[in-house]
């Protein structure tokens, strides 16, 4: 399938793939890995698990340091969510482009491999590097597998390394990582009649709940970044709950998943070791009452910290709404990139605010005006004789 140089027609192509996280990639994967083997790449597809895999393309020599350019490829659910249009056909109204994925982030996709097709590859003097992965929206998870499988230590990727989520083009150094941890409440089923006889796991949850909002709060104090971030501290939400089986029965289990932002810098595993120690009163009432309280650390997104005046800033910059590296509030592929030693910045088209809500969009001129900036940072970067710091 030959490279579309349109991004329009590109992106369009890659809204039709409906890369909902909990479904295979395998077509998106097929589409893009075709793309950079037509256009001369040393192509790889390396599966994490059944439908789930990550691109990796790279052109130009080998062992050369030029740019590394990144994206997912995964796109959050639309059930619920009440469109105007089809989320996954591309619909255009008022110099916008509708559909789940184009600010979040199938638009740089699109951008980037339109640029490629009009770069004459075969010219460039440093290498080039393409990382597409899977499943980012549920934590980054591709870009886990990748970081901890990842072998080729004798020909590393360039350092250099442009992940392209929609930040209203402003240029990203860091942002807070993000975590989930799964604290489940066992009590005892009992008719509802007779309650003593039971043990009821969401009274155990709603201690748990306490406890978790007593933390959140200690954990504003301390403050970090906060020229960069709107929340200078360690975010925590519990974003789900689940509980009972029926109105006439004491509950015997309520299951929460509570996510947390480390913001850069702290380490991750204290901050689960804050979420243990904050339950031991709540977890020895429980077992007093024949229950009890079980965690599991179900996964770990990095932070993000890059330091100021990198060669890729400076390309950037001319293409920035300014001059400053800021921080995305938001967490990346770049937490796991970085565990690779690449050297991260955020930079994208298309708006934060307007991804994961119905009626996604893009402005067509910032796509195309994106197409510009990739031909733009790729010539500065892997074809002049020296990439300007």
Same mark, same amino acid.
């Given at each position: 399938?030959?490279?579309?140089?349109?991004?329009?027609?590109?992106?369009?192509?890659?809204?039709?793939?409906? +890369?909902?996280?909990?479904?295979?990639?395998?077509?998106?994967? &097929?589409?893009?890995?075709?793309?950079?083997?037509?256009?001369?790449?040393?192509? #790889?597809?390396?599966?994490?698990?059944?439908?789930?895999?990550?691109?990796?393309?790279?052109?130009?020599?080998?062992?050369?340091?030029?740019?590394?350019?990144?994206? =997912?490829?995964?796109?959050?659910?639309?059930? $619920?969510?009440?469109?105007?249009?089809?989320?996954?056909?591309?619909?255009?109204? %008022?110099?916008?482009?509708?559909?789940?994925?184009?600010?979040?982030?199938?638009?740089?996709?699109?951008?980037?491999?339109?640029?490629? !097709?009009?770069?004459? @590859?075969?010219?460039?003097?440093?290498?080039?590097?393409?990382?597409?992965?899977?499943?980012?929206?549920?934590?980054?998870?591709?870009?886990?597998?990748?970081?901890?499988?990842?072998?080729?230590?004798? =020909?590393?990727?360039?350092? #250099?390394?442009?992940?392209?989520?929609?930040?209203?083009?402003?240029?990203?150094?860091?942002?807070?990582?993000?975590?989930?941890?799964?604290?489940? /409440?066992? $009590?005892?089923?009992?008719?509802? !009649?007779?309650?003593?006889?039971?043990?009821?796991?969401?009274?155990?949850?709603?201690?748990?709940?306490?406890?978790?909002?007593?933390?959140?709060?200690?954990?504003?104090?301390?403050?970090?970044?906060?020229?960069?971030?709107?929340?200078?501290?360690?975010?925590?939400?519990? $974003?789900?709950? #689940?509980?009972? !089986?029926?109105?006439?029965?004491?509950?015997?289990?309520?299951?929460?998943?509570?996510?947390?932002?480390?913001?850069?810098?702290?380490?991750?595993?204290?901050?689960?070791?804050?979420?243990?120690?904050?339950?031991?009163?709540?977890?020895?009432? &429980?077992?007093?009452?024949?229950?009890?309280?079980?965690?599991?650390?179900?996964?770990?997104?990095?932070?993000?910290?890059?330091?100021?005046? +990198?060669?890729? #800033? &400076?390309?950037?910059?001319?293409?920035?709404?300014?001059?400053?590296?800021?921080?995305?509030?938001?967490?990346?592929?770049?937490?796991? @990139?970085?565990?690779?030693?690449?050297?991260?910045? *955020?930079?994208?088209?298309?708006?934060?605010?307007?991804?994961?809500?119905? %009626?996604?969009?893009?402005?067509?001129?910032?796509?195309?005006?994106?197409?510009?900036? *990739?031909?733009?940072?790729? =010539?500065?970067?892997?074809?002049?004789?020296?990439?300007? /710091?």
């Amino acid at each position: 399938m030959k490279t579309e140089s349109d991004p329009v027609l590109l992106l369009e192509r890659l809204l039709s793939y409906p +890369t909902v996280s909990s479904r295979p990639v395998d077509a998106i994967v &097929a589409d893009l890995a075709q793309g950079a083997a037509d256009l001369g790449g040393r192509v #790889q597809v390396l599966e994490s698990s059944p439908g789930k895999s990550n691109v990796v393309a790279r052109f130009g020599p080998e062992g050369t340091n030029g740019l590394t350019i990144s994206g =997912h490829m995964d796109v959050v659910p639309t059930d $619920g969510q009440d469109w105007t249009s089809d989320p996954f056909k591309l619909s255009r109204r %008022d110099g916008r482009l509708y559909g789940r994925g184009s600010a979040d982030m199938k638009g740089f996709l699109a951008a980037t491999m339109a640029a490629l !097709s009009r770069i004459s @590859l075969r010219d460039i003097k440093r290498e080039l590097a393409l990382v597409w992965t899977h499943d980012e929206e549920v934590g980054c998870v591709g870009s886990g597998v990748l970081a901890k499988r990842w072998q080729d230590r004798d =020909h590393a990727l360039p350092s #250099q390394t442009w992940i392209g989520e929609p930040t209203d083009a402003r240029i990203c150094r860091m942002h807070p990582g993000h975590c989930t941890m799964e604290i489940r /409440a066992v $009590g005892r089923a009992a008719h509802s !009649s007779r309650p003593s006889l039971g043990v009821n796991a969401i009274s155990i949850t709603q201690r748990v709940l306490a406890e978790l909002e007593g933390l959140a709060d200690s954990w504003r104090e301390h403050k970090q970044y906060e020229d960069h971030l709107e929340a200078p501290y360690t975010v925590m939400n519990v $974003g789900m709950i #689940q509980g009972g !089986s029926a109105i006439n029965i004491v509950p015997e289990i309520c299951t929460l998943q509570v996510g947390f932002r480390p913001l850069p810098g702290l380490d991750a595993s204290a901050l689960f070791d804050d979420i243990e120690d904050c339950l031991v009163r709540v977890r020895q009432h &429980a077992r007093f009452l024949g229950g009890d309280v079980q965690t599991r650390r179900v996964q770990t997104g990095p932070a993000l910290l890059t330091p100021e005046g +990198t060669p890729l #800033q &400076a390309a950037l910059c001319p293409h920035a709404a300014s001059a400053e590296a800021t921080a995305a509030p938001f967490a990346t592929d770049g937490g796991n @990139l970085q565990e690779m030693g690449l050297s991260c910045l *955020v930079f994208g088209p298309g708006s934060i605010d307007v991804a994961h809500r119905p %009626d996604e969009y893009i402005d067509e001129a910032e796509l195309r005006g994106c197409v510009d900036t *990739v031909q733009t940072v790729v =010539h500065q970067m892997c074809m002049e004789a020296e990439a300007k /710091a």
